[in-house]
């Protein structure tokens, strides 16, 4: 069993940064491939960032490349999403997930074992 809990979020002018953490319980965190996805009010929940267990690798959403970045520290169960140049189209609830299974990246919702709550941004024009 992991539990994830998210912070970071907030209300932030279009072009800002924000940086989301998201710790995770349990001795395991380091056998989870790790992702942030995001939904809009109305709108389905869509993939934005993942990284391998061993933080070897990243793969992002085209509609955030180059402008976030995703991160680990195994040694604090911990991962993160640096967001930069911040538009409005960002605006939503983020939520990490976390995936048991050796298949990376995985872009849908149902391949993750394991949610948190979620964290609002809230980026104004």
């Known amino acids: 069993q992991v539990q994830l809990v998210e912070s970071g979020g907030g209300l932030v002018q279009s072009g800002g940064s924000l940086r989301l953490s998201c710790a995770a319980s349990?001795?395991?965190?380091?056998?989870?491939?790790m992702s942030w996805f995001r939904q809009a009010p109305g709108k389905e929940r869509e993939f934005v960032a993942a990284i391998r267990r061993s933080g070897g690798s990243t793969y992002f959403a085209d509609s955030v490349k180059g402008r976030f970045t995703i991160s680990r520290d195994n040694a604090k169960n911990t991962v993160y999403l640096q967001m930069n140049s911040l538009k409005s189209e960002d605006t939503a609830v983020y939520y990490c997930?976390?995936?048991?299974?050796?298949?990376?990246?995985?872009?849908?919702?149902?391949?993750?074992?394991?949610w948190g709550q979620g964290t609002q941004v809230t980026v104004s024009v």
């Open positions: 997930a976390a995936d048991r299974d050796p298949g990376w990246p995985a872009l849908t919702r149902t391949a993750y074992d394991y």
């Open positions: 349990g001795r395991t965190f380091s056998l989870y491939h």
